[in-house]
């Protein structure tokens, strides 16, 4: 079971930010695929804790291969890892996210990133209707040690249709819904390090549990699945 990033992991992936080129990569391909076994083994190790508590559909370890055709930015490599987890079935929303990079930008995080246009106009119905539950969830102490806050781009203003007067303006704003715990390098490399990324996660459960139950409903309390 692997538990930690390796010391070796992050001395790759910083020599690969200051040598962002293809042939330093090539030089260096075995290197890069012990990092990868690394990041792949954490990942399987995060997976297997993770479906003791929650149901995964797959995980993901993003390429670390940039697509460059439409960038100004032509370094062909990404200097950190990636990785993502689907949660299950329709009954089950939300999905969870561990990046590794160099200099403190490492993060545990989860929510929802992209979401569609109806489920956006679905949860803040839910919200201008009541924000009690959402409210009393994001303001739990242990889910503002974990997060301080959910975060997320938002609108300047109140989106059309919902009142602009409304006490819960701030959640109505928001355009993604994020739980965001950022990690030191010394935290990824420490043996507990597996523990903390599931603990993290865990204490993300009760606003997923939230927002499944409002993306798979209507407004009368009514199942959308089967």
């Known amino acids: 079971m692997t538990t930690h990033i390796e010391k070796s992991t992050l001395r790759f992936l910083k020599d690969l930010a ?21 990041m792949k083994g954490l990942m399987n ?7 003791k508590v929650d149901m995964i559909e797959k995980q993901k370890v993003f390429r670390i291969y940039r697509d460059v055709r439409f960038s100004k930015d032509k370094a062909p490599y990404k200097d950190h890892f990636g990785g993502s987890f689907t949660r299950a079935t ?3 929303r939300g999905g969870y996210f561990l990046g590794i990079q160099p200099g403190g930008k490492s993060m545990i995080a989860g929510g929802f990133w992209n979401p569609e246009s109806s489920d956006l106009k679905r949860v803040r ?3 201008a209707l009541d924000a009690s539950e959402l409210r009393k969830i994001i303001e739990d102490k242990k889910f503002k040690e974990l997060f301080g806050q ?5 609108l300047k203003n109140i ?7 409304s006490p819960a303006g701030d959640l109505l704003r928001m355009k993604q819904y994020l739980c965001y715990r950022p990690v030191s390098d010394k935290e990824i490399i420490e043996p507990d390090f597996l523990e ?8 993300m459960l009760p606003f997923f549990n939230f927002m499944s139950s409002v993306l798979t409903t209507n407004l009368n309390g009514e199942s959308l699945i089967d």
Request: proline share 2%.
């Open 196 to 203: 903390k990324v599931v603990d993290t996660y865990k204490g």
């Open 150 to 154: 959910l975060e997320g781009q938002a």
């Open 45 to 51: 190790s995060v997976e297997a804790e993770l479906n």
């Open 159 to 165: 989106p059309r249709g919902f009142d602009k007067e």
């Open 90 to 92: 329709a009954a089950r």
């Open 125 to 127: 119905e839910e919200i």
């Open 18 to 38: 200051k040598n962002n080129d293809r042939t330093w990569f090539k030089a260096n391909k075995e290197t890069y695929d012990l990092a990868l076994a690394n």
